[in-house]
């Protein structure tokens, strides 16, 4: 069956531009939306290294403060929404059919619609910027009465771009659904499905999940701001507190869906480069469904400083001490996979090794995290903003890039520059724990985040920090270039890429259109 879609989408692919506007090519598809999330990582990279600059030194330096305010709301909603979803969702759209025996996704339609939708939706998010009074300043999470009483009236462009996202987010996840239910090879049962596919349908499930609950919110910030509404105002008979629960109902297993499909990559590369199977492989199935299910009852951990009751507070300390468990078993299976294994040091491994190393350091700040009269002092310091990132970027982010230079042969038909990518490796591991690490202890020291000033003794500190911050966002260009230079072509990708690692029996992709990104014979 495959073979005859294979042969038809050679003979009928349209050319030029038309062919990726227009296509349903699960392959095509996958690429669009690995390109746009590199895209988004860098304009996203770029609003960082803004905030990095003005706090090199304490004082108000380069930006206004309404600016700097734009700059850390605009980063976050670009990375969680434009760099970290869409590029799984991309690797979703490239591996999860072929993993499965299927010959595209189930609904390849909806597929092009669901990425298309992305990019008007953040240049929605970046014309904001531009306008008179500015884009969005009041954090990624818009509490309420920021986003309501004290924002301007651009606020209205943000939540159009938000139901934008989510719209796209929640016909992704449906996609992936029915083609993993559906269109799974003949003997291929649930228990023998790639960990990759079933942590991406696990995740699906959640997005399906808390879009709405996202939608809902930003809808009420709406009507509120625009319509007279008041749900969040107190005046009125609302409550802001409210706000934080609905948007922390949708944000905790948010947090979730970022870093579930990163555990199925993880699970994919350490096997490989460890020429062995998995350890515990129904354990780890187990473990990721006990993770998102759980990721709905801990989102009041968010607000322990609300005031919130006494059994509350004890009730979600100990739920999110929870999850530490089945994330525990899934860090000890990777070690075990690991342990007295045949390792070779390749790419993708160096990235999987310290995504488990780091992604750990992030889980047990977030343990602290967890610890309510501990959280009193932690709250809204730069902490959070060292456990949030430590989980986002040393696990998300390099659990993508392990993805990406463990999958790129495959998908271009070419070797990347493995020096090059060696050192892209080493600088990023060195520089993200310079930005990172010291953040724990400004932190700890009572330094607020989101605020372009500082007190003095938190100077030398900042310094290293934003030191570490342009050292890392400038190793990024090191993985454009490897990238750009591995699309373009280079030496030949065996058919065993990784050669000797077990499962990984590739056939080298032929030059047919919907096979590569390289230009097609009859396109050039």
């Given at each position: 069956?495959?073979?005859?879609?294979?042969?038809?989408?050679?003979?009928?692919?349209?050319?030029?531009?038309?062919?990726?506007?227009?296509?349903?090519?699960?392959?095509?598809?996958?690429?669009?939306?690995?390109?746009?999330?590199?895209?988004?990582?860098?304009?996203?990279?770029?609003?960082?290294?803004?905030?990095?600059?003005?706090?090199?030194?304490?004082?108000?330096?380069?930006?206004?403060?309404?600016?700097?305010?734009?700059?850390?709301?605009?980063?976050?909603?670009?990375?969680?929404?434009?760099?970290?979803?869409?590029?799984?969702?991309?690797?979703?759209?490239?591996?999860?059919?072929?993993?499965?025996?299927?010959?595209?996704?189930?609904?390849?339609?909806?597929?092009?619609?669901?990425?298309?939708?992305?990019?008007?939706?953040?240049?929605?998010?970046?014309?904001?910027?531009?306008?008179?009074?500015?884009?969005?300043?009041?954090?990624?999470?818009?509490?309420?009465?920021?986003?309501?009483?004290?924002?301007?009236?651009?606020?209205?462009?943000?939540?159009?771009?938000?139901?934008?996202?989510?719209?796209?987010?929640?016909?992704?996840?449906?996609?992936?659904?029915?083609?993993?239910?559906?269109?799974?090879?003949?003997?291929?049962?649930?228990?023998?499905?790639?960990?990759?596919?079933?942590?991406?349908?696990?995740?699906?499930?959640?997005?399906?999940?808390?879009?709405?609950?996202?939608?809902?919110?930003?809808?009420?910030?709406?009507?509120?701001?625009?319509?007279?509404?008041?749900?969040?105002?107190?005046?009125?008979?609302g409550d802001p507190v409210m706000f934080q629960h609905i948007f922390w109902f949708f944000g905790h297993p948010e947090v979730y869906i970022m870093i579930l499909p990163a555990f199925g990559i993880i699970s994919t590369i350490v096997p490989t480069f460890s020429r062995k199977k998995l350890f515990?492989?129904?354990?780890?199935?187990?473990?990721?469904?006990?993770?998102?299910?759980?990721?709905?009852?801990?989102?009041?951990?968010?607000?322990?400083?609300?005031?919130?009751?006494?059994?509350?507070?004890?009730?979600?300390?100990?739920?999110?001490?929870?999850?530490?468990?089945?994330?525990?078993?899934?860090?000890?299976?990777?070690?075990?996979?690991?342990?007295?294994?045949?390792?070779?040091?390749?790419?993708?491994?160096?990235?999987?090794?310290?995504?488990?190393?780091?992604?750990?350091?992030?889980?047990?700040?977030?343990?602290?995290?967890?610890?309510?009269?501990?959280?009193?002092?932690?709250?809204?310091?730069?902490?959070?903003?060292?456990?949030?990132?430590?989980?986002?970027?040393?696990?998300?982010?390099?659990?993508?890039?392990?993805?990406?230079?463990?999958?790129?042969?495959?998908?271009?038909?070419?070797?990347?520059?493995?020096?090059?990518?060696?050192?892209?490796?080493?600088?990023?591991?060195?520089?993200?724990?310079?930005?990172?690490?010291?953040?724990?202890?400004?932190?700890?020291?009572?330094?607020?985040?989101?605020?372009?000033?500082?007190?003095?003794?938190?100077?030398?500190?900042?310094?290293?920090?934003?030191?570490?911050?342009?050292?890392?966002?400038?190793?990024?260009?090191?993985?454009?270039?490897?990238?750009?230079?591995?699309?373009?072509?280079?030496?030949?990708?065996?058919?065993?890429?990784?050669?000797?690692?077990?499962?990984?029996?590739?056939?080298?992709?032929?030059?047919?259109?919907?096979?590569?990104?390289?230009?097609?014979?009859?396109?050039?």
């Amino acid at each position: 069956m495959s073979a005859i879609v294979e042969e038809h989408s050679h003979h009928t692919a349209p050319k030029g531009l038309k062919r990726w506007l227009f296509t349903t090519n699960h392959k095509d598809i996958g690429t669009l939306y690995l390109l746009f999330s590199l895209t988004m990582f860098l304009i996203g990279g770029a609003m960082a290294m803004v905030i990095r600059a003005e706090l090199f030194q304490p004082g108000l330096q380069l930006v206004e403060p309404h600016f700097f305010n734009q700059m850390t709301t605009v980063h976050g909603l670009i990375m969680v929404f434009g760099a970290v979803m869409p590029a799984f969702t991309g690797l979703a759209n490239w591996m999860i059919p072929m993993m499965i025996g299927a010959p595209d996704m189930a609904l390849p339609r909806m597929n092009n619609w669901s990425f298309w939708i992305l990019p008007f939706a953040f240049a929605i998010l970046l014309m904001s910027l531009f306008l008179e009074g500015g884009g969005p300043a009041f954090g990624w999470t818009f509490y309420a009465p920021l986003s309501t009483t004290y924002s301007n009236d651009n606020t209205a462009f943000f939540v159009f771009a938000i139901h934008i996202m989510g719209i796209s987010s929640i016909m992704g996840a449906i996609n992936v659904i029915v083609t993993i239910v559906n269109l799974r090879a003949p003997g291929m049962t649930w228990m023998k499905l790639p960990l990759f596919v079933w942590t991406w349908l696990i995740t699906a499930f959640l997005l399906i999940a808390v879009m709405p609950v996202l939608a809902g919110a930003v809808t009420m910030v709406l009507t509120d701001k625009f319509f007279g509404t008041s749900f969040f105002d107190a005046a009125g008979g609302g409550d802001p507190v409210m706000f934080q629960h609905i948007f922390w109902f949708f944000g905790h297993p948010e947090v979730y869906i970022m870093i579930l499909p990163a555990f199925g990559i993880i699970s994919t590369i350490v096997p490989t480069f460890s020429r062995k199977k998995l350890f515990g492989y129904a354990s780890m199935v187990y473990a990721t469904a006990s993770i998102a299910l759980l990721s709905f009852v801990v989102w009041a951990h968010h607000m322990f400083t609300t005031g919130m009751p006494l059994a509350g507070e004890l009730f979600f300390m100990y739920a999110t001490m929870l999850i530490s468990v089945p994330t525990g078993v899934k860090v000890f299976n990777w070690v075990a996979t690991m342990w007295r294994g045949a390792i070779s040091f390749e790419v993708p491994m160096l990235f999987a090794i310290a995504f488990i190393v780091l992604f750990t350091i992030g889980g047990f700040s977030g343990l602290m995290l967890a610890i309510t009269p501990a959280d009193f002092q932690y709250h809204d310091t730069y902490f959070v903003v060292a456990h949030f990132h430590y989980v986002l970027v040393t696990g998300a982010i390099f659990s993508i890039m392990a993805a990406a230079y463990y999958w790129l042969p495959k998908w271009t038909g070419y070797m990347f520059d493995i020096k090059l990518a060696k050192f892209h490796f080493w600088l990023s591991l060195v520089s993200v724990n310079v930005l990172f690490f010291p953040m724990h202890f400004v932190g700890l020291a009572g330094m607020p985040r989101r605020i372009p000033d500082y007190a003095l003794q938190f100077a030398d500190f900042n310094a290293i920090i934003s030191i570490g911050g342009f050292a890392f966002g400038l190793s990024q260009l090191l993985f454009v270039a490897v990238v750009y230079k591995c699309i373009k072509g280079g030496e030949q990708a065996s058919g065993k890429v990784w050669d000797g690692a077990e499962g990984l029996e590739w056939q080298v992709p032929s030059p047919a259109p919907y096979h590569t990104f390289s230009t097609p014979p009859e396109i050039k």
